[in-house]
């Protein structure tokens, strides 16, 4: 039997194209239902993913219920609150956050705060302090921020949540690792592709950082004892023009090669190849 063909490069160039322009959604969708062959589309390239002896453990759920989408969206906004007028949030990931394009350029990961509403761009740099967590208290910023995250879950059209089969995910066993990696590789692959669809995606990620939040969520979509509730995302067509959330961020840069890549050996780090942008 003869080999397949090998793909030019020119003709795998979209893909990669496409690939390097990934991006999350942080704004709102069109309130356009996504197509049933545009979601059948998207979890075909799901199941095209690579997993540990084809064990496909990745089990998902399509949302498309208004009132299920609103009490998502109002657990969602309600955690983000919480989780905001805590501190709990920033305490967590301080670690990531930029508050300045040199910063960014130099360490090239982590997310640029360019976006405060009106009041707090004097307190940039002290906004995730304690000082800076008592103005926003008193603007009533957590309220704000979780207002704008029930909105944007409540006006997404699609919601996905992902979860993984307990036969395969076993905690403290290398199965677990394998169809954890299973999973990102799936959703990675949706990803990839809502963008050639008109589409964008993001995690709705404030109910896992609550316990009984999550539960609830689980609860909801009837989650049975043998499938695991992993993340929920929420995708839908994206307007022309994206209208910023109250604090938002920029994310677009990528290490340099030889930032993140060795050759042969750790401490020999790999020269050359395209600036990250």
Do not use: C
């Amino acid at each position: 039997m003869s080999s397949p063909p090998v793909p030019s490069a020119a003709a795998s160039v979209p893909l990669i194209e496409g690939m390097l322009a990934r991006r999350t959604t942080n704004g709102p969708f069109r309130p356009d239902p996504v197509s049933r062959e545009h979601q059948h589309l998207l979890l075909r390239v799901a199941q095209a993913a690579p997993s540990h002896f084809n064990s496909q453990p990745w089990r998902f759920i399509l949302i498309e219920d208004p009132q299920t989408i609103a009490e998502i969206a109002r657990i969602s906004g309600e955690s983000m609150t919480e989780l905001i007028e805590a501190g709990v949030f920033f305490e967590r990931y301080r670690r990531y956050f930029r508050f300045s394009e040199a910063e960014m350029e130099e360490r090239r990961d982590g997310i640029h705060i360019d976006h405060l509403p009106g009041p707090l761009r004097p307190f940039t740099r002290q906004v995730f302090s304690d000082a800076g967590l008592r103005v926003m208290r008193q603007l009533g910023v957590p309220k704000r921020l979780g207002e704008d995250n029930r909105r944007l879950v409540a006006g997404s059209p699609l919601l996905l949540a992902a979860l993984l089969d307990k036969s395969e995910y076993r905690p403290g066993e290398l199965s677990a690792f394998y169809s954890v990696f299973g999973l990102g590789a799936a959703m990675e692959n949706i990803w990839n592709a809502v963008g050639a669809l008109g589409m964008g995606i993001q995690f709705i990620s404030t109910p896992m950082e609550i316990p009984r939040q999550w539960q609830a969520i689980g609860a909801l979509l009837d989650v049975p004892d043998d499938l695991e509730l992993m993340a929920v995302y929420r995708l839908g067509y994206l307007p022309h023009e994206q209208k910023r959330p109250s604090i938002d961020w920029s994310s677009r840069h990528r290490k340099r090669l030889s930032q993140f890549v060795a050759r042969e050996r750790w401490g020999e780090p790999e020269e050359g190849g395209e600036e990250a942008e």
